[in-house]
């Protein structure tokens, strides 16, 4: 045997420091395991999005892939039973105290056909009227539910865009779905953000997939309503921000624009003040996802920060001709924009990266 075919990796006794290692054979890399005594060496490189086997962990005889948790038999590179999934198995041997890997694999490895997530289907906007989706972001405990000034005006434009814009309606609480909050698989590695998320894609009981459906495949306008909570928005808004983050890391890692031509408002109340801050950071989030603004994109109210007697607040609201107005204008304005999006075509598939993330991903 040609000792080119070979590849001298070091001593063993550096990779006996710990369970799992990565390494490279030429330029390809390789997992090297070792628990009970046994070396184990397969390909470096998961199947699903191409994460770094070598950097994950052993759950007993597998290598768990850091990035989405796939697994794989440290010394055969088959998947864990009833995943049909391996990765190619590499030849070795010990030469006086030194680990010795042949160039290539002994066996090709298998990536079985996964059929794709519905979520990934092509956008196609398909004829109808105008879809309105209204995202309410108040939370609270629905034993014991009470008014909430900003989902009651949410509702009130709602009511306008279908009785007198003709418009198709749909309203979602955020408080009544079940989502994981954002794992942060970004922090590991860019390309270990997908779409869908990771987490939509790996829990079927994660609800997250209906904002997801809702915003990229079904609306034309998106009306968030949100109160002020402590200067900002509510934490449900931002639960819902972390995970639409593999919306806008799409533009970023695969120049994939997936909102095209869809408008957005806000519709934002309080008891104390911040509008303008909580409106400017909806404003500059819902823009980096791809959406547009009508003139004049929210309505707000707030009584301001000596305004304690929160139940005169709720009594305003209810009670406020000009509030209701302002929603089914708000609305009004973003249906007419939107409906002058549908003759036009896509505003930007792609992007160009200077002055935004200019550095290409490696």
Known sequence: MKQNEWQNLGPIENFKKQPLTEALVGKKKVAVSYRDGKFGVVSGTCLHVGGPLGRGHLKEDYIVCP??????????????????????????EIREGRLWVRSEPVT????SEHPPHPLTRPIERKEGPLRIVGISATAMDPKNPRVSTSELLLQTALDHASSQLKCETKLIKLKDLKFRNCEGYYSKSARACTWPCSITQMDKTDEMEQVYEALVHWADVMILATPIRWGSASSLFFKMAERLNCVQNQITIANKVLIQKKVAGFIITGGQDNIQAVAGQLLMFFSELGFHFPQFPFIAHSRGWSAEDMEHNVEAVIKSKELREGAEALMERSVELAAQFLGMKKVADKTAR???KAHRLV
């Open 67 to 92: 990035w989405h948790q796939w697994t794989y038999h440290r010394i055969t590179g088959k998947g864990e039973p009833g995943y049909p999934d391996d990765v190619p198995q590499y030849e070795f």
């Open 108 to 111: 090709k490895g298998n990536r």
């Open 354 to 356: 200077g002055g935004r």
